[in-house]
Structure formats: C-alpha cells, structure tokens
C-alpha cells in the first residue's frame, strides 16, 4: 500500500496534463501508475529473495516506485511496453526462483508459468529477448554448483531460449507481434565508431563482472541484470530508436539497490530511515517536476531538442504545436529543421505542405506534396493527389483539379471526401446532377437504392440547401434529409460520413443513434447514444432514451 501511494503521489499532476484535455485519458494514466505500482511490488519482492532483508527491499521498491527515471515511462500512455514488460520480466525470474527452491509443491507448474510469463513480456516489448540471458546470470553466479549436476543448465534454460528464436523467426515469416522491427544503419562513421566502443566497453564490464563474481554474488548478479536489460536500447546496436529515459527502466533496479544496500550498511537504523524518506520526497520533487515538463508539449519537446538537438521527430513535433497555436511561421522554422536533419521526413514534409496550402502559399505546398508523392507508400499517393488538387481548385483551375480528384479515386477509393470535393466543384459549375452523383457515390454503405432516383434526391437536396462548404454539417444535414422520408439506411450511411469527418460532435452520433433505433438495429442504437453521452454527458435527449428505452418513431425528434 506504501508503494502504491508514494507511485500515485509522484505523477499525481500528470492526470491533469494539457496532453490529455479534450479527451479521456485518465484510466490510461490511472492503470499506468497502478501498472507501474505492480512491477515496484516485484521489485521488493525479487530483492528480499535476493539478500533477505526487508529494510533493503522496502527502500529499493521505493526508490524505484518515485524515481524521476521513470517518470517517462509511466506517464507517457505509450510507456506501458516498458511497464509491462518489467512486470512479467520479474515475474517470470520469481517463478524460476521459486520453482528451484527445494520442498516447493508443484515446481513444474512454477517453471511453467516461468515460461509463460517470459512469452508475455516478449509480447509486451522486443527488449525482453534478452531474458534467458538474465536465468543464465542467475544460475551461474548464485548457484554456480548447479552447473555440476548432468544437464541442469540446459534443462532449464533452453525453453526459454527456444521462445528467443522461434519469435524472431515468427517476425521474419512477417507475422505482425510488434509494430516496430525493422533495423537502422549507423548514419556517419562518428555514429558507427560510437556504437563499437560502447559495446567494447559493455563486453569488458561483463567480462570484469564474471572474473570477481566468486565474492559478491548478488551484486555481480545485479550489475549482469544492469547490463543485460540496457543493451538492447543502449544505442550499440542499430534499431530504429534511440536511447531514453524509460530505456532504463529495468534496469534503475541495479542502481537503486546498491543505493539501498550502501546506506543500509554505513548508517545506523534511525538515519537509514529518515535517508530514505528525505531521498523518497527528493525524488517524488523530481519526478513532480517532470509531469509538469509533459504537461507543457512545447516545454517538453523544446527540452529534448536542447539534450539531443537531432532529434527530428522533436523538431517535428514542435512544428505541430506551433501550428495548434496560429505560430505558423515558428512552425514552419521547425519543420525545416528537422528536414535539415532527416530530408526524407515524409511526415514533416507533409506537415509543411498542409500548412503551406492553408497560409495560401500554393507555389511552396505543391512542391512539398510532389515530393511526398514520389516517395511516400503507394496506399499514401491518392491522398496526396488529393490534396495537390485541392491547391488547383483553390488557384481556380477547376479542370486540372477535377482531372486531379479523379486520379486520387482511381489509386485510392477509400478516400470518400474526394467525392465531396468534386461534388462541390459540380455544383459551384451549377451541375448539381453530377454533383449529386458524386455524393452518392461516397455513400457506399448504401445497400439496394435506385441509383438514378437518388442521385435525383440530392441534386434536390442540394438545390434547396444551397450548402455545400462544410462537409460534415453536409453530410449530417442530408442525413437529416434521407431520415425525414423515412429512408433509414441512407440516413445512417450519411450520418456515419459526417463523423468520419469529426467523430466529436455529440448531435450526430445522437442522429446516428436515432436512425438505428428506427432500423431495429439496437445494439448499434445504444452504442451510438453511449458515444454521444460520452462526448456530452448532458445530452438530455440521448439520455432520455436510454434510460426509457423510448420504442416509439424517432423521425421528429432528429435534427
């Protein structure tokens, strides 16, 4: 419970962070720090199995609990790969433990679930691979004798390292455990040279670790745990990441308990106590510190950049911020930055095309989206090719940029809104039959309508609404239009285009909502009504009925 309230209190504030305003976040933040809660109580648990003393657990599961280390991983939503996989990492070591302790009951169900517990945190994150390594360093320097016995060492490891290879070759066979596999090339010989002299100096520690292991067992052990869980993401190898704070996750376990263990052994009880509690609150400060720095994107990226100034993807990240905030000339400072870093940033370049065609500087967007188009993926081009003709029909050549939407369909049908664009040219040419047509066409849900009779209904529609700038208030008010003559089915394939657009507007899933209740389609209903409750809590009318389970016809109460 100490543990527990000591995590909670160090990323209080990051439940209040501008990351996570406008949408519902905090069970992702709450289940990160009870996650991360979880994996401190192993943490105490492996240590006391390790030197058996409650005093140095309790003070290493703390120091790991608040540590300012980890304030990275357990904020930031996306860290609990790191998070999880800390947890079954330790779980599946005191599983092995226990199921090698003598008079254990049932030590093959221990082993077991050992195993299981290792497939687990391999799932959780790739960096796990590196377990079998940590079973093997614990046999050979707390229970060197073991390797006496005929067999024992293969017995018990080669499991887990048959799950080690059978996993990578599951990804080679391109079975999709992980989003991110693929490996980097070192990208100047200054990189290269790095990485050789830091696994150099990696291999020698190791091998300094194995030649004094006969006198601090346990401390050998942990400084091998150090190592082994650091390697993977030290920046040695070529992946394609680099080195952060919560790549040392698992590995703080070492430091902070040789932390513990020093000020255990040179102070007496009552100085050991109030140590620990003054380095516990100096470090929820820290830590405290660090979710307001999340809380502040600019602050957050601007202080990466300032630790790693090529780092791209900060300077990336930057721009965007800058663009949320009408900076646009700050943002377009940024995105040229990181492309002076990395010219192939496909996303940064994008991003500058978007803003270089909303700040009206057509000349400079269509260069940007040329050259997304040659190298971006080939599911990626008709988007782009919509997007370049959007910069045609803005310059007023409705031609080329008809010619140009077209191209996009024809490479990429999904694109729906290309259709809304090339139905409001139509209109504005006063064709409002090819317009409809066009409509029509991105309702592709629709299901046993008269093509020619509904083509009609929206060139009517669009006749006597005359509205055609906003797609989504569009494609909400057709839905309106569709469900008003009792046509359900096209009324629910509008009202699902407008939230395609903006899935944040409570009234159309309240349509929505109302059109499948007047389908039968239930399950649909309420799901639709929850959404719109969930975006407006207060939705008086989507409340009322679902609390009422109104069953009479909805048609007027749609708007």
């Not at 188009?373 to 370049?388: D, L, M, R, S, T």
Request: proline share 3%; charged share 20%.
């Amino acid at each position: 419970m100490v543990i527990c309230a000591v995590c909670f209190l160090a990323d209080l504030n990051s439940f209040t962070s501008p990351f996570i305003r406008g949408a519902d976040f905090f069970g992702y933040h709450l289940s990160n720090v009870i996650l991360h809660a979880g994996v401190s109580c192993l943490v105490f648990i492996l240590v006391f199995n390790l030197l058996a003393s409650l005093p140095i657990a309790a003070a290493t599961a703390v120091f790991f609990a608040v540590s300012f280390l980890n304030t990275e991983a357990v904020v930031y939503i996306f860290g609990r790969a790191e998070m999880l996989m800390g947890f079954f990492a330790i779980l599946c070591l005191l599983l092995f433990i226990r199921s090698q302790k003598s008079g254990v009951k049932n030590p093959i169900l221990f082993y077991i679930l050992s195993v299981a517990s290792f497939i687990l945190a391999l799932l959780s994150k790739e960096a796990a691979i590196t377990l079998p390594f940590i079973i093997c360093g614990y046999i050979f320097y707390l229970f060197p004798e073991k390797f006496k016995e005929k067999y024992y060492f293969i017995k018990k490891t080669v499991p887990f390292f048959a799950v080690s290879l059978i996993y990578p070759g599951l990804r080679f066979l391109r079975v999709d455990l992980h989003k991110s596999g693929q490996l980097a090339r070192g990208d100047s010989y200054a990189g290269i040279l790095s990485g050789i002299i830091c696994l150099g100096l990696i291999i020698i520690s190791c091998a300094y670790s194995l030649k004094y292991s006969s006198k601090n067992k346990v401390g050998s052990f942990m400084f091998f745990w150090a190592l082994v869980f650091f390697i993977p993401q030290s920046g040695a190898f070529p992946v394609n990441t680099f080195i952060a704070e919560h790549s040392v996750y698992l590995s703080s376990v070492s430091f902070f308990m040789l932390l513990a263990y020093v000020l255990h052994k040179v102070l007496r009880r009552q100085l050991f106590i109030l140590a620990v509690a003054g380095l516990s609150v100096f470090f929820v400060l820290l830590s405290s510190g660090g979710n307001f720095e999340w809380a502040n994107p600019v602050v957050f990226y601007k202080n990466i950049i300032k630790y790693s100034p090529r780092s791209f993807q900060a300077y990336n990240n930057l721009g965007l911020q800058y663009e949320l905030r009408g900076l646009n000339e700050q943002a377009i400072e940024e995105y040229k930055l990181a492309l002076e870093i990395k010219p192939g940033l496909l996303e940064a370049r994008f991003n500058l095309a978007n803003l270089y065609f909303k700040l009206k500087r057509f000349a400079e967007a269509k260069k940007e989206y040329e050259f997304v188009k040659n190298f971006c993926p080939p599911e990626k081009i008709g988007e782009v090719e919509n997007n370049i003709a959007n910069i045609y029909e803005a310059e007023g050549l409705t031609e080329q940029a008809i010619k140009k939407y077209k191209l996009a369909l024809r490479l990429d049908p999904r694109i729906k809104f290309a259709h809304f664009n090339l139905a409001r040219i139509y209109y504005a040419k006063d064709e409002p039959d090819a317009a409809g047509l066009q409509i029509l066409e991105s309702l592709t849900e629709i299901m046993g309508l008269a093509k020619a009779a509904d083509c009609r209904v929206i060139a009517d529609f669009l006749k006597n609404s005359g509205y055609i700038d906003s797609a989504e208030q569009f494609y909400n008010n057709l839905g309106v239009n569709f469900a008003k003559q009792g046509r359900w089915e096209a009324a629910a394939s509008a009202f699902n285009r407008a939230l395609e657009l903006n899935p944040g507007l409570s009234d159309y899933y309240y349509n929505l909502g109302l059109v499948y209740w007047n389908m039968g389609e239930r399950i649909k209903a309420k799901r639709a009504l929850n959404q719109a409750l969930k975006i407006n809590p207060n939705h008086i009318r989507a409340k009322r009925l679902i609390n009422d389970k109104v069953e009479k016809s909805l048609k007027p109460m749609i708007r």
